[in-house]
């Protein structure tokens, strides 16, 4: 969803947990797949109905469910209510105006964020809201709308690729979210690649619709700092709080995507420096341009002062003109202004000023 859209508001005095769907009109069923794995193997991937999305009980392994679409209320607050959610929790899954953060319970934690994208056919940034739910041997996954975006994770899983399967919940927790992180590199190396095009033709060819595009980066990467921002604090909580369920094991690997997060908004705001320097190439541009033009008016001009004297002092109705009488007086007032303009162009050239 792009973050331009109008999107709904929650209505004023409704209280504290009511679980109000903020975000773009949709009508499409809400989505539900399914993963359970452990460390002897893992189960394919499957669609469920909302009735079969249950807490795991002892034996079962890691149960993933990722449900694409927050906008029916009242499944969420029924998973919600299955799974003993706060009811301020499900009310900011439903809330994909939700600002990135993390909630720790005793029982599970609650981890929001945005997952941005680039639109290659818009040209635009598109957000995306997910929440994320980890508790002892579940993971859930609420997506605002319905895509692969963790289908590696999925392969990962099938495959039994690295230790995600010998691992638990909070593990799987922290491959979603890295891939989610993965996501914000291709959006910056997409962005860096339209600020190198726009740069140069900043420099070259500047135009109103070339600061229309500077000023539309600079809208752009602004946004993305704010979903990217929050992020290192999401991590870094996750590292300082003390949850019986984060494990030590799995904090070494929250180090790194601490590190990514760090690495994304120094990236991001390295571009932002960048497109606000072009502002200033853009103004020197224009103004380098309109002195050239200046340039060109102001010689013309100072070639056909003297000249336009010249033609008025001959223009004046006086009787006596002694050289008005003369056989070549037209042909020598021609060339003493031709010689007057020579001289003027000679004189320009030689201070170098054109």
């Given at each position: ?5 109008n ?6 005095g409704?209280s504290?947990?009511t ?7 949709r009508?499409e ?12 193997g893992?189960?394919a ?5 909302a009735?079969?999305?249950k ?5 079962e ?12 209320a ?16 499900i009310?900011?899954?439903a ?12 029982k599970?934690i ?5 997952m ?11 957000a ?10 579940y ?10 975006v963790f ?18 919940s ?16 291709t959006?910056?190396e ?9 740069e ?34 999401v ?6 709080d ?17 590190d990514?997060s760090i690495?994304v908004?120094?990236t991001a ?12 190439v853009y103004?020197?541009?224009v ?9 060109v ?26 050289e ?10 021609m ?8 001289g003027?162009?000679?004189m320009?050239?030689?201070?170098e000023?054109?």
């Amino acid at each position: 969803m792009s973050h331009y859209d109008n999107r709904s508001v929650k209505p004023a005095g409704s209280s504290p947990g009511t679980v109000v769907y903020i975000g773009e009109e949709r009508t499409e069923p809400v989505t539900i797949s399914f993963v359970r794995f452990d460390s002897n193997g893992a189960d394919a991937p499957r669609m469920v109905a909302a009735s079969e999305v249950k807490p795991p009980t002892n034996g079962e392994g890691i149960l993933w469910y990722t449900i694409d679409g927050v906008h029916d209320a009242a499944l969420l607050s029924a998973i919600g209510e299955r799974f003993g959610l706060h009811g301020l929790v499900i009310e900011d899954i439903a809330n994909t105006k939700q600002r990135p953060k993390i909630e720790e319970f005793d029982k599970y934690i609650f981890i929001a964020m945005k997952m941005i994208t680039f639109d290659e056919e818009a040209k635009e940034l598109v957000a995306e809201h997910v929440s994320i739910i980890i508790g002892d041997g579940y993971v859930l996954s609420f997506l605002e709308d319905e895509g692969d975006v963790f289908e590696p994770v999925r392969q990962r899983i099938a495959s039994a690729k690295g230790r995600i399967r010998k691992m638990k919940s909070d593990y799987l927790a922290y491959a979603l979210m890295d891939a989610i992180v993965d996501i914000y590199f291709t959006v910056l190396e997409d962005l860096g690649e339209q600020i190198d095009e726009v740069e140069d033709e900043v420099v070259e060819r500047p135009s109103v619709a070339t600061l229309r595009t500077v000023h539309f980066l600079k809208r752009e990467l602004i946004f993305l700092r704010r979903a990217v921002w929050p992020m290192r604090e999401v991590v870094n909580s996750m590292l300082r709080d003390e949850s019986e369920l984060v494990s030590d094991e799995t904090r070494m690997y929250l180090r790194d995507l601490y590190d990514h997060s760090i690495h994304v908004i120094d990236t991001a705001e390295t571009l932002r420096d960048i497109v606000g320097g072009m502002l200033d190439v853009y103004l020197s541009s224009v103004s380098n341009k309109l002195n050239q033009v200046m340039k060109v008016l102001t010689v013309m001009s100072s070639i056909f002062i003297p000249l336009t004297f010249v033609a008025g002092v001959y223009g004046m109705n006086f009787k006596y003109m002694p050289e008005l009488e003369w056989q070549y007086g037209y042909p020598a007032i021609m060339l003493g202004m031709l010689a007057v303009a020579v001289g003027l162009l000679a004189m320009f050239r030689r201070k170098e000023w054109l």
